[in-house]
């Protein structure tokens, strides 16, 4: 298909030329894609529990590696689209699709020594490197990667906790109490950790996750987690949970108090400094 859109070099309008030569290039990455998965069947297997992580990850390494490479060789078009399909097939295949959370794929029985890591540090590597391809970046493109981010931390700080009660199969049915609650302080943590990060960068949206992931550790605790304890153990948890919002309060507080008092010194228009009390 390529061949002919060479050999018919400046007769076509520019933006058929720009079309053609796309769509060649999409069907020949879906053919050397089939080609690489017959190939990876025939060295790994094709039981696609067990490599099915594996094998994407591979493809999609390669994809934003050589993206990464034509950008250091000074070719962005091929970059961008080389960038674009990694990214699009790590985030649509490897984190919504065949999520080890709810999808049946082996991710290795070694605690943090794993296949989690690579699974959602990739889709982020290829996220940043878009962000420089296209830079300067849109500002709604830049706040949908940190969105993207917030959610990818958020899967893995999850899958990883899965992963020590359940081993390399995540969708094992059942969970057992401590996992429970241990869920609940791994949302006060995630959102103690958004909330330093947001203060930190000065990004709103970090600090709007971290709500939003109180207001989840709480109410998964007053809804679920209290419910399946009794006496002492309720009271406690209710005692810590309590304890743990104050303290995200108080920072948030305090470390937004600097801003406050900055904002507060600012020149008025009129050009006077303000007098000290």
Same mark, same amino acid.
């Given at each position: 298909m390529g061949a002919p859109l060479w050999l018919l070099g400046g007769?076509?309008?520019?933006?058929?030329?720009?079309?053609?030569?796309?769509? /060649?290039?999409?069907?020949?990455?879906? &053919?050397? =894609? @089939?080609?690489?998965?017959?190939?990876?069947?025939?060295?790994a297997g094709a039981d696609f529990v067990s490599t099915g992580i594996v094998q994407r990850l591979v493809w999609e390494g390669l994809?934003?590696?050589?993206?990464?490479?034509l950008w250091r060789g000074g070719v962005p078009?091929?970059?961008?689209?080389?960038?674009?399909?990694?990214?699009?097939h790590a985030v649509c295949y490897g984190v919504i699709l065949h999520n080890p959370l709810w999808a049946e794929q082996a991710v290795g029985g070694w605690p943090l020594v794993n296949l989690l890591l690579p699974l959602f540090l990739?889709?982020?590597?290829?996220?940043?490197?878009?962000?420089?391809l296209f830079a300067p970046t849109p500002a709604t493109f830049e706040r949908a990667g940190e969105i993207a981010t917030?959610?990818?931390?958020?899967?893995? /700080?999850?899958?990883?906790?899965?992963? &020590?009660? =359940? @081993?390399?199969?995540?969708?094992?049915?059942?969970?057992?109490p401590a996992e429970n609650i241990l869920r609940s302080l791994l949302l006060l943590l995630l959102a103690i950790g958004f909330l330093l990060w947001g203060i930190r960068v000065g990004r709103r949206d970090w600090r709007l996750a971290s709500l939003v992931l109180m207001l989840a550790a709480a109410g998964k605790v007053f809804l679920f987690d209290a419910s399946?304890?009794?006496?002492?153990?309720?009271?406690?948890?209710f005692v810590a949970l309590g304890f743990s919002l104050i303290g995200i309060g108080w920072l948030y507080s305090r470390q937004?108090?600097?801003?406050?008092?900055?904002?507060?010194?600012?020149?008025?228009?009129?050009?006077?400094?303000?007098v000290a009390p």
């Open positions: 007769k076509l309008p520019r933006w058929a030329s720009i079309a053609s030569f796309g769509l /060649a290039g999409v069907v020949g990455l879906i &053919a050397v =894609h @089939g080609l690489y998965r017959l190939g990876f069947a025939g060295v994809l934003i590696g050589l993206a990464w490479l078009n091929g970059a961008r689209a080389l960038a674009i399909a990694g990214t699009a990739l889709p982020w590597l290829a996220i940043r490197l878009l962000g420089t917030m959610a990818l931390v958020a899967l893995f /700080a999850w899958a990883t906790l899965r992963h &020590a009660f =359940h @081993g390399s199969l995540l969708i094992d049915a059942g969970a057992a399946g304890l009794e006496g002492l153990l309720r009271i406690g948890s937004l108090a600097p801003v406050n008092r900055v904002e507060a010194q600012v020149v008025p228009a009129t050009g006077f400094e303000p």
